[in-house]
Antibody, heavy 119, light 110 residues
Framework: EVQLVQSGAEVKKPGESLRISCKGS????????ISWVRQMPGKGLEWMGR????????NYSPSFQGHVTISADKSTTTAYLQWSSLRASDTAMYYC????????????WGQGTLVTVSS | QSALTQPASVSGSPGQSITISCTGT?????????VSWYQQHPGKAPFLMIY???NRPSGVSNRFSGSKSGNTASLTISGLQAEDEADYYC??????????FGGGTKLTVL
């Protein structure tokens, strides 16, 4: 069974750094892109970016470029989303999702990681 | 890049059919057959319902169907059931080699 399991909820202060994870299992990790998607409280889905785990090539939404970094570790079949300096506006649920073979649709999805940034 | 345009809400009675639209431009929805649809129940992760405009993943009910005309894609749900009540999001590949979601549509089953 293909599964993506994300790390647990985080509570951080503005300016702190954070890395959340997404572990893939049940499939060839290097054969499918992984995307990250943000959902702010009560709001819709926003595509942040994606990574090709085979070579770590990344592709970001202009809205998130420069504020987050997406990475992957083939040896542990884990993708990461990280911030060097969090803002209160980063408070949201973050989902990872495996992309389809063409890299343009999402499925399956991780269970989500809630990030709360508050002073 | 702007989000694709979806109606904020739609509603229907059990057994009826409803259609949710997703309007973009020639650089996203209209330019590629790469529109997908997702169902999200409250407090749950999204779930793939349709990919590549009209393809259904195995396990998804054939009551769900997708189509596209010009810059507008559509998701139709026939034989509406109470369990279909959820938020629905469209997504499209874009000419900038990015992906963009619609704003989401809340489906209420009356």
């Amino acid at each position: 069974e293909v599964q993506l399991v994300q790390s647990g909820a985080e509570v951080k202060k503005p300016g702190e750094s954070l890395r959340i994870s997404c572990k893939g299992s049940g499939y060839s990790f290097i054969s499918y892109w992984i995307s990250w998607v943000r959902q702010m409280p009560g709001k819709g889905l926003e595509w942040m970016g994606r990574i090709d785990p085979s070579d770590s090539y990344t592709n970001y939404s202009p809205s998130f470029q420069g504020h987050v970094t997406i990475s992957a570790d083939k040896s542990t079949t884990t993708a990461y989303l990280q911030w060097s300096s969090l803002r209160a506006s980063d408070t949201a649920m973050y989902y990872c999702a495996r992309m389809g073979p063409t890299g343009v649709w999402f499925g399956p999805w991780g269970q989500g990681t809630l990030v709360t940034v508050s002073s | 890049q702007s989000a694709l345009t979806q109606p904020a809400s739609v509603s229907g009675s059990p057994g009826q059919s409803i259609t949710i639209s997703c309007t973009g431009t020639g650089t996203d929805v209209g330019g590629y057959n790469y529109v997908s649809w997702y169902q999200q129940h409250p407090g749950k992760a999204p779930f793939l319902m349709i990919y590549d405009v009209s393809n259904r993943p195995s396990g998804v009910s054939n009551r769900f169907s997708g189509s596209k005309s010009g810059n507008t894609a559509s998701l139709t749900i026939s034989g509406l059931q109470a369990e279909d009540e959820a938020d629905y999001y469209c997504n499209s590949y874009t000419s900038s080699n990015t992906l963009v979601f619609g704003g989401g549509t809340k489906l209420t089953v009356l």
